[in-house]
């Protein structure tokens, strides 16, 4: 008697990680978009903005989590993702603000104003420090796991 075994379906990381990545990547997009045309500064919108692909990003582990878990750090690679297009995004974008600031002939101390006393600090240095410190986390978990989460 012989019994054959079906081989396990695989999951492609491509398949499954590109179009979150691209789909992330025009969403900040927009998001700073958004922010320059109306004025530059961090306001409720950007907020609300950012809280939807939040939402989505959410929505998206969710509905993929078991074919994230098939693919070896998949869970890890998709937080790394979101992390690095998120906080790229607001801190590519303070350094733009703040070097148009000092190449404008701003007053000394412009760019710092901007940077440490707006809401740019909250957008830039404290959600990387924040969201920094839970990314490492996971990746020393999963660095435990051998790269598998259950």
Known sequence: ????????????????????????????TAIQAVIAFTGGGITLLAGVLTALVAAGIAVWFWCNHRKLTKIRFGPAIAHTLAFVTVTASFNLHAVIRTLSLGSSGGADGAAAHELLATPWF?????????????????LAGVVLGRGWED
């Open 122 to 138: 909250g957008a830039t240095l404290v959600m990387s420090a924040a969201w920094g410190a839970g990314l490492l986390i996971h």
């Open 1 to 28: 008697m012989t019994t054959s075994t079906l081989p396990q379906a695989s999951v492609n990381a491509r398949s499954v990680l590109l179009p979150y990545l691209l789909v992330l990547v025009v969403a900040m």
